[in-house]
């Protein structure tokens, strides 16, 4: 019997993804309107919280029960330059995450979300730490600029580890899902990747990472440049290219995770809030495979990196708060969740005007 490729798992999720329900959407509205207030005076909550209701349906009311997956890997496109910190960085966070003395951990604990850590495909050895998701595909992707990133078993592998978390992330009950990551080179990666979905010029998508001066920077789009005519070619060809090539040829593995834990996460219902350009990136791939993903996602904020606008363009997302981050790890994905609470708190413990017995607005 012959493996199955990565489209075909991807295609079997994807058909099993149920958009979330108009019916209960209208009735949120309605409910909305209802409460003691002009009307669209909460503006932004009442869009989240009428989208969290047309996913949790019949169990609006009841509390979330949150989670972040911080997905880590390596990418072999470090050797070019292109990052202001080593390779080896990624391995050092990922410890200090299971230290809990990362940004990260601090919101996680604050927000009381369930903190989850998974080597993807960092370019260390592991074993025997605890604490610690052991999903290793290989350690770190090749280096792009060269050849494909991941070969196609590869990848369906990093879709699997992603697919398989979301569907325990079911079975333990969550409601709501962040998903950030961890990785040097990163965005390298997600620039090349949001070059190919969107047909935008290297430099209008390319920022300056975890800090690079003015040459360095102009070295990483000199790279980015030459890995998307290398794969890709001319910008004509790039409106036919299938989201799952973009992907084996400049993603990542903790990006290839991620859209598979999207991806995921829709099939069984859960929204999940994307973090930064990385997470969002991701996003962007399950979005182009399903375009229904987009009722289960919230862009929980608009990261420094200028290439996050141009991905949230392409979903058609609007980011929850905006704040000057480019961290990644989940950290705007978090910061974020206590936003939507307050919406779906609003939603159902705020006074109706007939409950209240205040007049509503004239004609």
């Not at 998974?118 to 280096?143: E, I, P, Y």
């Amino acid at each position: 019997m012959s493996a199955v490729t990565s489209g075909e798992m991807v295609l079997e999720t994807a058909v099993a993804i149920e958009l979330p329900s108009g019916e209960w959407s209208a009735r949120a509205r309605k409910h909305l309107d209802s409460l003691t207030k002009p009307l669209g005076s909460l503006g932004r909550l009442e869009d989240l919280a009428a989208q969290m209701v047309s996913v949790r349906r019949e169990r609006f009311a009841e509390p979330l029960k949150k989670a972040v997956y911080v997905f880590a890997a390596d990418h072999g496109v470090t050797a070019e330059g292109v990052s202001a910190y080593p390779s080896e960085v990624t391995r050092q966070m990922v410890l200090n995450f299971l230290a809990r003395g990362a940004a990260i951990n601090v919101l996680a604990r604050l927000h009381g979300v369930e903190m989850n850590v998974v080597d993807v495909g960092v370019d260390a050895d592991f074993d025997g730490v605890d604490g610690l998701l052991h999903r290793k595909v290989r350690r770190g992707t090749r280096n792009m600029l060269r050849e494909r990133a991941m070969s196609e078993e590869e990848l369906t592998q990093a879709l699997t580890v992603g697919m398989e978390l979301a569907a325990d992330a079911k079975a333990k009950g969550y409601d709501l899902l962040a998903v950030g990551e961890m990785g040097i080179g990163n965005t390298t990666a997600a620039s090349a990747m949001t070059c190919a979905l969107t047909g935008k010029p290297v430099a209008m998508v390319t920022g300056r990472g975890t800090g690079l001066n003015a040459d360095e920077h102009a070295r990483k789009c000199q790279v980015i440049e030459a890995v998307v005519k290398e794969h890709f070619g001319g910008a004509e060809g790039r409106a036919s290219l299938a989201p799952l090539d973009v992907l084996r040829c400049v993603g990542g593995l903790e990006i290839a995770a991620m859209t598979g834990f999207v991806l995921g996460a829709a099939r069984h219902g859960i929204a999940v809030v994307a973090d930064g350009f990385i997470s969002t990136a991701a996003a962007a791939i399950a979005f182009a495979i399903e375009p229904k993903v987009k009722g289960y996602l919230f862009a929980g904020h608009q990261s420094e990196e200028p290439g996050h606008r141009a991905l949230l363009e392409y979903v058609g997302l609007t980011p929850i708060l905006t704040l000057g981050m480019r961290l990644g790890e989940g950290s705007g994905a978090v910061l974020a969740m206590p936003v939507i609470e307050s919406a779906m708190a609003i939603y159902n413990e705020m006074a109706t005007f007939a409950s209240a017995g205040v007049s509503e607005a004239k004609g």
